[in-house]
């Protein structure tokens, strides 16, 4: 089923009292558009004061969370982005939880470097979407900081806390208090890299250990699921050629921290349909729970298994 996109800036923009109230709307639509992103909306009922020129203060302020069970938070202990990557008590929880949900799935667990890399995949992958979902939908990237980020040790569900963003000048919200403008979609799409990086870079140090992969392994990770978000996105809307094309164009080629671009392209099938592919610069080892079937992107999986895929 294809789904039609809303306008780029929603129509009741005039009416949402602050720019946290806006960015929760977005937060919501994406979640609705994207079924694989598992998402709470920590809605703010209270508009705080903005410090002029300084980010939109997120944090702690009066707030409801939609998309959740009323009881979620006293059931289970959703750390923050900030947490695990200063606590290792709790990034060790966060791998043990890994552990336990590929046990459900009916998996051997693999070794703790293997389980580092998938829990590490999954919140990337996840974590991405806060900034690019947005972007793709509203080209508005928001203003989130590590606080701003919660994770479900019990299941793969992620919470946001929505503050200021970053747009075009032509936005209907330009002029909110907590709401910066750049000049052009190239600087968009480098605030949305930078964003995502500094949002990230300290729970990558904290793994790096744990996965036993360097700078370049864990950057390139990171690199694949802000790509991988897009594509997947897009995809969900019917909207693959365009979401490749965005992705291509928010990493063209190695930015750094980033150490590749998206490098997509096309492979034909023999009744002559192009598919498009691309191979990861990060392996998420997923082929370490099931050796036979090592991802579709996977440096692992050749033309011909990646065309038998698509064209099944």
């Given at each position: 089923m294809t789904l039609a996109l809303a306008p780029a800036c929603p129509p009741d923009d005039a009416t949402a009292p602050t720019c946290a109230h806006l960015l929760a709307r977005g937060y919501e639509r994406l979640a609705a558009l994207c079924e694989p992103l598992h998402l709470d909306v920590r809605w703010p009922t209270e508009a705080p004061t903005p410090t002029p020129g300084a980010a939109y203060p997120f944090a702690e302020h009066p707030a409801r969370v939609s998309n959740a069970d009323e009881n979620s938070g006293a059931a289970t202990h959703r750390p923050t982005l900030e947490q695990l990557a200063t606590d290792?008590?709790?990034?060790?929880?966060?791998?043990?939880?890994?552990?336990?949900?590929?046990a459900a799935?009916?998996?051997a667990v693999p070794r703790r470097h293997a389980v580092a890399a998938r829990a590490l995949h999954g919140c990337l992958w996840s974590v991405s979407l806060l900034l690019s979902?947005?972007?793709?939908?509203e080209r508005r990237v928001p203003l989130l900081d590590q606080r701003a980020v919660r994770c479900d040790l019990s299941s793969d569900r992620y919470e946001v806390t929505p503050g200021g963003f970053?747009?075009?000048?032509?936005?209907?919200?330009?002029?909110?208090?907590?709401?910066?403008?750049?000049?052009?979609?190239?600087?968009?799409?480098?605030?949305?890299?930078?964003?995502?990086?500094a949002l990230v870079?300290?729970?990558?140090?904290?793994?790096?250990?744990?996965?036993?992969?360097?700078?370049?392994?864990?950057?390139?990770?990171?690199?694949d699921d802000l790509v991988s978000g897009i594509?997947?996105?897009g995809r969900l809307l019917g909207e693959e050629e365009h979401a490749a094309r965005l992705a291509g164009g928010v990493l063209p080629h190695a930015i750094a921290p980033y150490p590749d671009g998206a490098g997509f392209r096309r492979l034909t099938g023999p009744t002559g349909r192009a598919h498009l592919t691309r191979t990861r610069t990060g392996c998420?080892?997923?082929?370490?729970?099931?050796?036979?079937?090592?991802?579709?992107?996977?440096?692992?999986?050749?033309?011909?298994?990646?065309?038998?895929?698509?064209?099944?």
């Open positions: 290792t008590e709790l990034l060790a929880a966060f791998l043990d939880a890994e552990a336990a949900r590929i799935g009916g998996d979902g947005v972007w793709y939908l970053l747009c075009l000048p032509d936005d209907p919200a330009a002029g909110l208090p907590g709401v910066r403008t750049v000049p052009d979609e190239g600087a968009l799409r480098a605030e949305l890299r930078d964003g995502f990086a870079g300290p729970l990558l140090a904290a793994i790096g250990p744990w996965f036993r992969r360097g700078p370049r392994a864990l950057w390139g990770m990171a690199g594509w997947t996105l998420c080892l997923y082929y370490a729970i099931r050796p036979a079937e090592a991802c579709g992107t996977c440096p692992r999986t050749g033309d011909a298994e990646r065309l038998r895929r698509l064209e099944g």
